[in-house]
Nanobody, 121 residues
Framework: QVQLVESGGDLVQPGGSLRLSCAASGTIFSINDMGWYRQAPGEQRELVAIISSSGITNYADSVKGRFTVSRDNAKNTVDLQMNSLKTEDTAEYYC???????????????WGQGTQVTVSS
């Protein structure tokens, strides 16, 4: 199996910063994309930021210039640095990874349990 464990969610004031971390563990041959999605109450889950194994990134328009995604391929970790946080960034944030568990097999999507980010004064 593969487990994704997030950390770093918290309550922060508007304009503040927060850093989320996620570590993948288990039977892993390789990880293609890693990244972060979020889901606010009553809303659908949406992409926040994603990074390929070669370092190519993609961001939601709403977070461009404020959030930075990074990963450590050797440690199977992905981080999300969030700056200039806004109240509309409040959501449950989920770590995502597309994992190939063994050579020659297809890659599957895995999700973390989520970590809550609340931006409020």
């Amino acid at each position: 199996q593969v487990q994704l464990v997030e950390s770093g969610g918290d309550l922060v004031q508007p304009g503040g910063s927060l850093r989320l971390s996620c570590a993948a563990s288990g039977t892993i041959f390789s990880i293609n994309d890693m990244g972060w999605y979020r889901q606010a109450p009553g809303e659908q889950r949406e992409l926040v930021a994603i990074i390929s194994s070669s370092g190519i990134t993609n961001y939601a328009d709403s977070v461009k210039g404020r959030f930075t995604v990074s990963r450590d391929n050797a440690k199977n970790t992905v981080d999300l640095q969030m700056n200039s946080l806004k109240t509309e960034d409040t959501a449950e944030y989920y770590c995502y990874a597309k994992v190939r568990r063994m050579i020659g097999t297809r890659a599957y999507d895995y999700w973390g349990q989520g970590t809550q980010v609340t931006v409020s004064s």
